[in-house]
């Protein structure tokens, strides 16, 4: 079965009506529950969610939560020691990784978002869903789907993909 990880803001966007992603996402939980795609979520989106722990972070916490891979400095982490996935190796690969795709996006995406994509991608998911243009924008989407497996794609094109 295909696996995804989701950005914070297709938690936002499944709960918000007016957004144009509601509906793709709605399909898009709603084959999650009929185990047509699995769609899972990193503790970088969990701790973006938490601000404010409203219907998007309720909705987050339904779904199973991916290994973290620890990135950034000691203040940066977001899980603790014990919750981190991998090696002092690894934490200096995915650092490496994670200073890979900010130069791929364009400027001003958030290390929480390349965090997340890098959860999903170090658990060899299909492919990470987010709106964010600096990651799913159509050059640097480009960039990163042509350099690393897991795919950034938005909500509409994954539903569209799956004829949802």
């Known amino acids: 079965m295909r696996t995804y990880g989701l ?9 918000n009506s007016a957004s144009t992603s509601y509906h793709a996402l709605k399909r898009l939980f ?7 795609v699995s769609l899972k979520v990193s503790l970088q989106t969990l701790h973006e969610l938490e601000a404010k722990m409203d219907e998007a972070w309720q909705l ?10 620890p990135i950034g400095t000691w203040d940066e ?10 090696t002092w190796d690894d934490a200096k690969k995915n650092d490496e990784i994670q200073m890979e795709l900010e130069k791929l996006a364009k ?9 997340a ?4 991608l170090r658990s060899g998911l299909d ?12 050059g640097p989407a480009k960039r990163i ?10 909500p509409e094109q994954l539903a569209e993909e799956l004829g949802l």
Request: charged residues 25%.
């Open 30 to 36: 709603d084959a999650a529950k009929r185990d047509e």
């Open 107 to 115: 400027s001003g995406n958030d290390i929480r978002d390349r965090g």
């Open 77 to 86: 982490q977001v899980g603790t020691w014990k919750q981190a996935t991998g």
């Open 117 to 120: 994509y890098i959860d999903a």
């Open 145 to 154: 789907n042509k350099q690393f497996p897991t795919k950034v794609l938005t």
């Open 60 to 69: 987050a916490n339904t779904l199973p939560k991916l290994p973290h891979w």
């Open 127 to 138: 492919g990470f869903l987010t709106s964010d243009k600096q990651l799913v924008g159509s």
């Open 7 to 15: 950005d914070a803001n297709c938690f936002i966007n499944a709960v």
